[in-house]
């Protein structure tokens, strides 16, 4: 199987590039990225534990999916394929703003992105890819900011940092 790419992005979110996804973490290099946040009629957030097989963050609770753009692909495209891949199904999706964050792992590898925060409403159950995603919850805005808060260990390194950005932006929102 082919690694997978990922675009390489300069501070405008202008293509540079593109480079095999490890080699961009293990270089840190900034690339194009995205990261959904679904929500249901009762405001609650829908979050995602991930698999115990990942290669990093394993088993750690993060927001509903997340992941790069293929090259050529469009940011919303993008999120409904990878959200239908991990977490088994679509909704629609609405790209609410952007941030450039860095995020270094335990294991050597860093995360330095160009996140696209995408929101979109489900009220259904989701159906796991297992291989993905461990397990699922839904929670309050301020639920998750408190468990953050006290239970920083259970969390991915990049949801905290998109999270302390996006929460007080996705209370107007939701």
Same mark, same amino acid.
Request: with cysteine; hydrophobic share 35%; proline share 3%.
């Given at each position: 199987?082919?690694?997978?790419?990922?675009?390489?992005?300069?501070?405008?979110?202008?293509?540079?590039?593109?480079?095999? $996804?490890?080699?961009?973490?293990?270089?840190?290099?900034? %690339?194009?990225?995205?990261? &959904?946040? #679904?929500?249901?009629?009762?405001? =609650?957030?829908?979050?995602?534990?991930?698999?115990?097989?990942?290669?990093?963050?394993?088993?750690?609770?993060?927001?509903?999916?997340?992941?790069?753009?293929?090259?050529?692909?469009?940011?919303?495209?993008?999120?409904?394929?990878?959200?239908?891949?991990?977490?088994?199904?679509?909704?629609?999706?609405?790209?609410?703003?952007?941030?450039?964050? $860095?995020?270094?792992?335990?294991?050597?590898?860093?995360? %330095?992105?160009?996140?696209? &925060?995408? #929101?979109?409403?489900?009220?259904? =159950?989701?159906?796991?890819?297992?291989?993905?995603?461990?397990?699922?919850?839904?929670?309050?805005?301020?639920?998750?900011?408190?468990?953050?808060?006290?239970?920083?260990?259970?969390?991915?390194?990049?949801?905290?940092?998109?999270?302390?950005?996006?929460?007080?932006?996705?209370?107007?929102?939701?």
């Amino acid at each position: 199987m082919k690694e997978e790419q990922v675009i390489l992005v300069n501070e405008s979110d202008e293509q540079i590039g593109i480079m095999p $996804k490890m080699e961009a973490h293990e270089k840190a290099l900034l %690339h194009r990225a995205f990261s &959904v946040f #679904v929500f249901n009629d009762k405001k =609650e957030l829908l979050l995602q534990q991930r698999a115990s097989n990942k290669y990093h963050s394993p088993n750690l609770w993060t927001n509903t999916c997340c992941s790069h753009q293929r090259d050529g692909e469009k940011n919303i495209d993008a999120g409904k394929r990878r959200l239908n891949e991990e977490m088994g199904f679509v909704c629609d999706l609405k790209e609410v703003f952007s941030f450039i964050y $860095k995020a270094p792992f335990d294991n050597g590898l860093t995360e %330095h992105e160009f996140d696209h &925060v995408m #929101v979109g409403y489900f009220n259904d =159950e989701p159906k796991l890819e297992i291989s993905e995603v461990a397990n699922y919850k839904w929670m309050t805005l301020d639920d998750v900011k408190n468990d953050v808060q006290y239970y920083p260990e259970k969390y991915t390194a990049w949801f905290k940092i998109i999270f302390k950005e996006s929460y007080t932006k996705l209370q107007y929102i939701v």
